[in-house]
């Protein structure tokens, strides 16, 4: 058999990080295998020959770097099928299979040049749309290329890095281990293996580096771009940087290590840790994206946003030579699970047949600890069946259920409901959700907060923790709402539920990851370790969406990423109940936004543009109101908020207090049609 297919060997003329060492020995397995004789590898002129026995490594081109791989390599591969393993193809062939190892530049664009980023989000979108097939190198990875890039996870394949090259490595030739400034027998250190880029979280290694130092513990890093002064500080004394070393070199280090730290954000595989195991070392890994799953029960797991806990694993490690050895053991029978000779089976059963639906399995992860938080205000009947539907239709049960109210009448016969507590405090939207993140335990990951009439599609919290595990940088998602009751006479229980079960991605709408996202309180959902001792502003009343929003600024202050994913999506109601004064409404739609243009959580032109939009509806339909909406209430609240603005006197908590006129409010006590959206 003769192989009529072409690989991109650009990667041929790069610097060995991980992707390139990727590349290397996917082709060094093909050239193994007899089914690839006769395929052809093109490198540009004056790249290292691979060296390849059965592929034919063909020389071409005076272009070098993008040019030679978007110009010269179509033409030369014309009329066969190309193979690109380095994440980026050229965009004028379609007959091509391309392996896109992740989309940090889009997740993590701190980490990369201008230039960089530019560059890979003008072609990556291109060249994913129109190959007949996409591969990846783990389940994280493949969502997250369904989030970012127009193609879905339905035609992503699952083709992992291997272990094996790590077993021929020879630390009896390492150069290095001459000069390194901690030597086999001296005190343990822990061994990092990246660059200081940001993703890669360098910066937390440094931070524990002191506390490390007390135990007699130092900390090596290698690899490319060397880490800097942190916050202008010199690195401690027991951190030493060896820069990039031979693979010689890294199995010495390995060898040696009490540990592999691998503390990254966020990671398309984490090829040092398959490494690691492969040579029976220890592993200590973040919990996120990819890294559980190539983990496995083979490592000591810890949030890369909690160094406290990598201490704790650290120093723990280092006091038990049987946990070691237990993790060395469990390490060595993990790597196994991912082999360079599988992988490039798996690329030439897409060759043959790009419709192959060959997937590696991932291994199971732990579910989060995740509390969902209900706020509910004399509405018992409306959320005694939005949390029993919930209960009972979530894939993915959540840890807690927590329905925060007034008095106990408020919850209904949800008092007798085994697995919901109920919690009781001041009245009021942000008090409420105050009480119920008061209330939570503290082994809670995430926590969920509905309104009292939002009916949740059985994936909502599958949906979310998944972004949650993938995505460290994420501290707040909101879902979509198929279809939203608030902005008119409502939606009834019945036909909520029956759009939800009903609901499929075609009736949804695409499945969309837009960022950033000003929380959207109806469903949305929160990364504890990101709110920390943050709480919603019990000053803001009376408005549901701008207390979401002025919490949602002030969590973005602190770094996390707000987004909104389509696949975490339900119906709002909006059920209609009760009467209160419009004026105070009117007054919070002016007072509100003031106070947070104060606060700096909301930026003068949207404040502008809020009040704008919501005095020109309230004059506009001001003799031809809606039914359930008190014009006249709102407008009259709207300059009695403009004149205390004038005069100094504005404070939006007076809202609470304002005229005693019933008019309609909505879900959790909020004013119907409160311009939410």
């Not at 002064?229 to 940087?241: D, K, S």
């Not at 398309?268 to 070392?281: D, K, N, Q, S």
């Not at 938080?373 to 259920?401: D, I, M, W, Y």
């Not at 975490?568 to 009117?586: A, N, P």
Request: aromatic share 6%; charged share 20%; glycine share 10%.
């Amino acid at each position: 058999m003769t192989a009529s297919f072409v690989v991109n060997g650009r990667f041929l003329t790069q610097n060995l990080s991980g992707v390139q060492r990727y590349a290397r020995n996917i082709v060094s397995a093909l050239d193994h295998i007899e089914a690839a004789r006769g395929a052809t590898l093109f490198h540009p002129t004056g790249s290292r020959h691979p060296g390849c026995e059965r592929l034919d490594a063909v020389e071409l081109g005076i272009l070098s770097g993008y040019g030679w791989e978007q110009v010269e390599l179509p033409i030369a591969a014309r009329g066969r099928r190309l193979l690109n393993l380095c994440n980026m193809a050229p965009v004028i062939k379609s007959e091509q299979i391309v392996c896109i190892h992740d989309t940090n530049v889009l997740s993590s664009p701190g980490s990369y040049t201008r230039g960089f980023r530019a560059v890979y989000r003008s072609l990556q979108p291109l060249f994913a749309r129109q190959a007949v097939r996409v591969a990846t190198v783990s389940h994280a990875s493949a969502r997250q290329i369904a989030r970012y890039l127009p193609i879905s996870l339905s035609q992503i394949v699952v083709l992992p890095n291997g272990h094996e090259h790590a077993l021929l490595w020879n630390p009896d030739q390492a150069r290095l281990a001459a000069e390194l400034p901690v030597h086999a027998g001296d005190s343990p250190f822990v061994l990092a293996i990246g660059s200081g880029a940001k993703h890669k979280n360098m910066s937390l290694l440094v931070e524990i580096a002191p506390r490390l130092e007390a135990s007699g513990i130092n900390i090596i890093i290698a690899g490319g771009k060397e880490i800097g002064e942190q916050n202008g500080a010199p690195l401690p004394a027991n951190v030493h940087q060896c820069g990039r070393v031979s693979d010689d070199d890294l199995a010495y280090l390995l060898d040696h290590a009490l540990c592999l730290a691998f503390p990254s954000l966020t990671e398309g595989f984490g090829l040092p840790i398959v490494e690691a195991m492969a040579r029976g070392c220890p592993v200590i890994s973040s919990d996120c994206a990819s890294m559980p799953e190539v983990c496995g029960a083979a490592a000591l797991m810890a949030s890369p946003l909690d160094p406290a806990q990598w201490v704790r694993h650290i120093e723990m490690l280092a006091m038990s030579a049987q946990l070691q050895a237990d993790l060395a053991g469990r390490g060595r029978e993990q790597c196994r699970n991912f082999s360079w000779q599988d992988s490039a089976e798996g690329y030439l059963d897409l060759l043959e047949s790009p419709a192959v639906t060959r997937r590696h399995v991932s291994p199971s992860v732990p579910a989060p600890h995740i509390a969902a938080v209900f706020a509910t205000l004399g509405r018992p009947e409306v959320v005694s069946k939005t949390v029993r539907h919930f209960l009972s239709n979530q894939r993915l049960r959540p840890s807690s259920v927590i329905v925060s109210c007034a008095t106990t009448e408020d919850a209904g016969d949800l008092v007798h409901l085994e697995g919901v507590k109920i919690v009781l405090g001041p009245v009021g939207l942000a008090n409420q959700r105050n009480a119920a993140l008061n209330q939570l335990d503290a082994t809670t990951d995430i926590v969920a907060f509905f309104d009292d009439d939002f009916i949740a599609h059985p994936d909502w919290l599958s949906e979310a923790a998944q972004v949650f595990q993938d995505e460290s940088s994420v501290a707040g998602i909101t879902g979509h709402v198929i279809a939203d009751g608030i902005k008119g006479p409502g939606i009834a229980f019945d036909e909520a539920a029956h759009i939800v079960e009903a609901a499929t991605e075609a009736e949804a709408g695409a499945r969309r990851w837009l960022e950033p996202f000003s929380p959207y309180g109806c469903n949305m959902a929160f990364r504890m370790k990101a709110i920390g001792p943050l709480r919603f502003d019990d000053r803001l009343v009376l408005y549901g969406w701008l207390e979401d929003r002025d919490f949602g600024a002030a969590l973005a202050k602190t770094g996390g990423r707000l987004i909104r994913w389509s696949g975490c999506q339900g119906v709002h109601m909006g059920v209609k109940s009760g009467r209160t004064s419009g004026e105070r409404l009117g007054y919070s739609q002016v007072a509100n936004p003031l106070y947070m243009l104060k606060k700096g959580t909301m930026k003068p032109h949207l404040v502008a543009n809020q009040i704008f939009r919501n005095m020109a509806s309230n004059v506009g339909r001001l003799f031809t109101p809606e039914p359930y909406v008190d014009r006249k209430g709102r407008l009259k609240g709207n300059l009695r908020a403009i004149i205390e603005g004038v005069t100094g006197e504005l404070a939006p908590e007076r809202a609470a207090g304002l005229g005693q006129k019933r008019t309609v409010v909505a879900s959790d006590g909020k004013p119907a049609g409160a311009g939410r959206a």
